[in-house]
């Protein structure tokens, strides 16, 4: 299991950043923000709690798995794998928790995840990117609904 921490900056308000994120849970929109996501179906919610499955492209293969998402604005994102058929085991999860900054929002990340059939050497490496395209695809998305 790979387990790591990071830190990075959002390029915007906090406010503006959890526009973004508070999308992800919605199934049409996730598609818009993420184009790895071939579908999503919320299965339950509670409170700040959603139960989604979901399905995405990722290394040329489709995945099916099911997560928690729970949210806290302004201050904290989680995400952690239940059921998976391939790629992601169960109880994998990042934690992000985010306070101002100068620049925008500091994003403080906190990693536990294996990816099946890639080798140790590559996991944090794959995983790091992985999230940084996401970041990059928030933003990207932000400037969409700003305009």
């Known amino acids: 299991?790979?387990?790591?921490?990071?830190?990075?900056?959002?390029?915007?308000?906090?406010?503006?950043?959890?526009r973004v994120l508070k999308l992800h849970v919605e199934d049409d929109q996730i598609l818009r923000i993420h184009p790895s996501f071939l579908s999503q179906r919320q299965i339950s919610r509670e409170e700040n709690r959603w139960v989604l499955e979901r399905k995405m492209r990722l290394l040329g293969r489709n995945y099916t798995f099911t997560m928690a998402v729970e949210m806290t604005p302004p201050e904290t994102y989680k995400w952690e794998i239940i059921t998976s058929n391939g790629?992601?085991?169960?109880?994998?999860?990042?934690d992000n928790r985010y306070t101002e900054a100068e620049e925008g929002t500091k994003v403080s990340t906190t990693v536990q995840m294996t990816l099946k059939h890639v080798p140790?050497?590559?996991q944090s490496w794959m995983i790091k990117r992985n999230l940084s395209q996401a970041d990059d695809e928030d933003l990207e998305y932000l400037r969409k609904m700003q305009t």
């Open 1 to 18: 299991m790979t387990h790591f921490k990071m830190e990075s900056v959002f390029p915007a308000p906090r406010d503006q950043l959890w």
């Open 87 to 94: 790629l992601l085991d169960p109880g994998n999860y990042v």
């Open 120 to 122: 140790g050497l590559l």
